[in-house]
């Protein structure tokens, strides 16, 4: 199985050495790790910044994971939360809900209700864990 990880990386590189967004998405997303293909965070991470500052919404999200938890780049959640808006904004759901997290928890930027339940309604149609979240603050406070 690993010969065919090899000849996917050789080929999505090419593309994305000459300019392909979509390929270098998935470079950075068969190195974050695959079914019996190694993590290698560094790799990830080069070719998440490049799709992500191509405007991915996917690599922007996945992106923003890295710097809120710190894995193989300093934590850094004000990014985070950059990165996931810009993603957001462009429909993403997860991100939408991880936004609103950021918001619900002040993690970021700033605490506020009011836009955790904007970006949690976003994420609801596609995110179960986003209406969950939204009826708990709505609930709760």
């Given at each position: 199985?690993?010969?065919?990880?090899?000849?996917?990386?050789?080929?999505?590189?090419?593309?994305?050495?000459?300019?392909?967004?979509?390929?270098?998405?998935?470079?950075?997303?068969?190195?974050?790790?695959?079914?019996?293909?190694?993590?290698?965070?560094?790799?990830?991470?080069?070719?998440?910044k490049q799709a992500?500052?191509?405007?991915?919404?996917?690599?922007?999200?996945?992106?923003?994971?890295?710097?809120?938890?710190?894995?193989?780049?300093?934590?850094?959640?004000?990014l985070a939360a950059?990165?996931?808006?810009?993603?957001?904004e462009q429909g993403?759901?997860?991100?939408?809900?991880?936004?609103?997290?950021?918001?619900?928890?002040?993690?970021?930027?700033?605490?506020?209700?009011?836009?955790?339940?904007?970006?949690?309604?976003?994420?609801?149609?596609?995110?179960?864990?986003?209406?969950?979240?939204?009826?708990?603050?709505?609930?709760?406070?």
């Amino acid at each position: 199985m690993r010969q065919y990880w090899t000849m996917a990386i050789r080929w999505y590189r090419k593309a994305a050495e000459a300019g392909n967004v979509t390929a270098m998405h998935w470079l950075g997303r068969i190195y974050a790790g695959q079914e019996e293909y190694p993590e290698q965070v560094d790799k990830a991470i080069y070719w998440l910044k490049q799709a992500a500052s191509a405007g991915d919404a996917q690599s922007q999200g996945i992106l923003g994971t890295y710097y809120f938890n710190g894995e193989g780049v300093r934590k850094n959640r004000p990014l985070a939360a950059k990165l996931y808006r810009a993603s957001a904004e462009q429909g993403d759901t997860w991100s939408q809900y991880l936004l609103g997290l950021c918001y619900q928890d002040g993690d970021g930027v700033k605490r506020n209700k009011r836009w955790a339940l904007h970006w949690f309604d976003q994420a609801a149609v596609d995110t179960p864990e986003a209406k969950k979240a939204a009826k708990k603050l709505r609930e709760n406070g």
